[in-house]
């Protein structure tokens, strides 16, 4: 029977059905067994059930070493340090011995705290224990100590006074040396190690690529004999890190096994630099579809964000609506993260409906999901609703931060809402204490602008605690020419100068703005300085969707095959 119910939880994959298991297990009285109690504990911990888990080990009249040291793990594992060493120290309180394995889980817990001082009271332990010659038990002490130290001489110590040394020894200060951002040392260890693996070849490419060094990276990773993905995926990240993104595509092609990550990295690469390079979205949808074509590979959050982001910055509806019906085929759960990337989605390519659809449907909300919402109503005109889900914060007891503040604030400007955005900027500095920002004081002049109370915008600035920048001038001289105050043209026109006299956005600006004066020789001045500088306006940009592929246009730009 025994033999059976071991059988019985290898297979169990869920714990509705460990808790069947446990009940044969309780039926045959077996549930003080060594082999099967530490295993019901570690399930129930694997399961997401640490309630579980703890409810099994209280329960336990057989309480040793193994029992401890298993629910000591699935403290640490599950994030409850404080909980492990609470338990460590009632297991030495009820006399019994720890062991080799406990220190390492201890270890862990400091790694996790980042705690020196815990490391160096486990580290004490372990030494009044007499457990200094295990080799692992020494090689989480040194990742502990290169973990919470700012500095690698306590980990270095440990190297240096072991007895004995494996390759997670060397791999483990090599490791640290990387981290610490010492290439020069940890390369000279890498040279003096006695044997190599794949993780001593991969540790060294990693802390290559973080420093930017990539002709090392790929010398070392060249002489690697049994390369894994994990190798693969750091040398294309670390291209990609310095922005060399063909380079980092002809590695990911030349890759036989691709995983997850490695698509993940390469996709979010092309969506990332499509931000400089608009044409680069495209491609990350291509290979994301690639991606699909595989089967036996499937897209995690991390792909599937890049991918929707490149569907907002195309304006594609078509294909965010196909991701998103992926989403729902697959059953995958809408997280925060990935339900912020669709709900800004939709908003750019217009569709507020599905944008609200997926902020209701969400499970769980953070305030970057609030923000994200109120901005995507603001983005459409919907200026009404963007104030109205901001009330509705307040009623589920969701403290707004200075970001959301310029969302809604801009909202009010855009709709409007003088009186409620003056409200809301003072319930801002008294209610919640929030210290305005640059962009706070851009917002209300923007708001009085808009709405022609071009003194009061005017009377506002000069009452800052600190100066404007053009930013602010150049939002307050639109709204003059928008409302033809000719007379505070000039004005406002020379402090943009006196601040940014070679940004072109602004001098273009400034020149418009005398050009509706009839002021021509400011105009012929103020065009020719920029001439002289080099000064040029950024082209406009816009993209249409033509047989599922979205292609782009820029001003005067003839080079697009259909351009013409």
């Known amino acids: 029977m025994l033999q059976m119910l071991l059988q019985m939880l290898q297979k169990v994959k869920r714990l509705r059905e460990l808790k069947q298991v446990h009940l044969q297990v309780i039926v045959h009285s077996l549930g003080e067994n060594n082999f099967v109690l530490p295993k019901l504990i570690d399930l129930s911990s694997a399961f997401h059930s640490l309630d579980y888990a703890l409810l099994i080990f209280q329960n336990a009249r057989s309480q040793n070493v193994v029992v401890q040291n298993t629910m000591i793990k699935c403290f640490v594992e599950k994030g409850y340090q404080n909980e492990a060493f609470l ?19 201890l270890l862990k817990a400091c790694e996790s705290l980042e705690s020196l001082r ?14 200094e010659s295990y080799v692992f038990v020494q090689n989480a002490l040194l990742n502990a100590y290169a973990k919470c130290s700012k500095e690698v001489n306590f980990a270095r110590e440990v190297f240096d006074n072991m007895s004995t040394r494996d390759v997670v020894s060397w791999n483990s200060i090599i490791g640290a040396y990387m981290g610490y951002g010492d290439i020069k040392q940890a390369m000279t260890l890498f040279e003096l190690m006695p044997e190599r693996n794949v993780v001593s070849w991969n540790s060294v490419i990693a802390g290559l690529c973080r420093v930017g060094d990539m002709a090392s990276a790929r010398l070392v990773f060249d002489q690697i004999t049994t390369r894994n993905n994990i190798s693969w995926n750091t040398l294309i990240s670390g291209y990609v890190m310095i922005g060399d993104i063909l380079t980092a595509k002809s590695i990911f092609d030349q890759m036989v096994e691709k995983d997850v990550v490695s698509w ?63 989403i729902k ?27 609200e659809l997926v902020f209701n449907k969400m499970p769980r909300k953070c305030i970057i999901t609030w923000t994200t919402m109120i901005s995507s109503f603001a ?18 007891q969701v403290e707004p931060d200075d970001v959301i503040f310029i969302t809604v604030l801009s909202a ?153």
Not at 271 to 299: C, D, H, T, V, W
Not at 384 to 389: G, K, P, T, V
Request: proline letters at 3%; hydrophobic letters at 40%; aromatic letters at 10%.
């Open 379 to 396: 983005y459409n005109g919907q200026c009404a609703e963007a104030l109205a889900l901001f009330k509705r914060m307040s009623t589920d």
């Open 118 to 131: 815990w490391s160096k009271g486990v580290h004490c332990q372990y030494l009044r224990l007499g457990f």
């Open 329 to 355: 085929k697959n059953k995958i759960p809408l997280t925060i993260p990935l339900g912020n990337a669709l709900i800004d989605m939709f908003a750019k390519c217009g569709d507020i409906k599905y944008s």
């Open 412 to 564: 009010c400007a855009h709709g409007g809402f003088v009186e409620e955005g003056q409200a809301i900027y003072k319930q801002m500095l008294e209610k919640y204490g929030i210290k305005p920002r640059m962009e706070h004081y851009g917002c209300m002049v923007d708001l009085l602008g808009r709405a022609g109370k071009l003194e009061e915008a005017i009377t506002f600035i000069q009452s800052m605690p600190v100066e404007a920048n053009a930013v602010l001038w150049a939002t307050l001289l639109s709204s003059c020419i928008s409302h033809g105050a000719s007379e505070l043209v000039e004005f406002v026109s020379r402090r943009i100068v006196d601040l940014e006299p070679l940004r072109s956005c602004y001098q273009v600006l400034v020149s418009n703005s005398r050009a509706l004066e009839g002021n021509w020789e400011s105009v012929i001045n103020a065009r020719s300085m920029m001439h002289q500088e080099g000064l040029e306006k950024v082209p406009g940009c816009s993209s249409i969707q033509v047989g599922g592929e979205v292609h782009e246009f820029l001003v005067k730009d003839t080079r697009h095959k259909r351009g013409k």
């Open 264 to 326: 993940t990295t390469i996709v979010s690469a092309y969506a990332k630099i499509g931000y400089n390079e608009n044409s680069q979205f495209n491609e990350a949808l291509n290979i994301f579809q690639l991606m699909l074509l595989e089967r036996r590979i499937l897209p995690d959050e991390a792909t599937l964000t890049s991918v929707i982001s490149s569907c907002a910055r195309l304006g594609s509806l078509e294909h965010g609506n196909w991701i998103y019906s992926y």
């Open 87 to 105: 338990t460590y120290n009632k297991m030495r309180a009820s006399g019994i011995p720890p062991n080799n394995f406990t220190f390492t889980f």
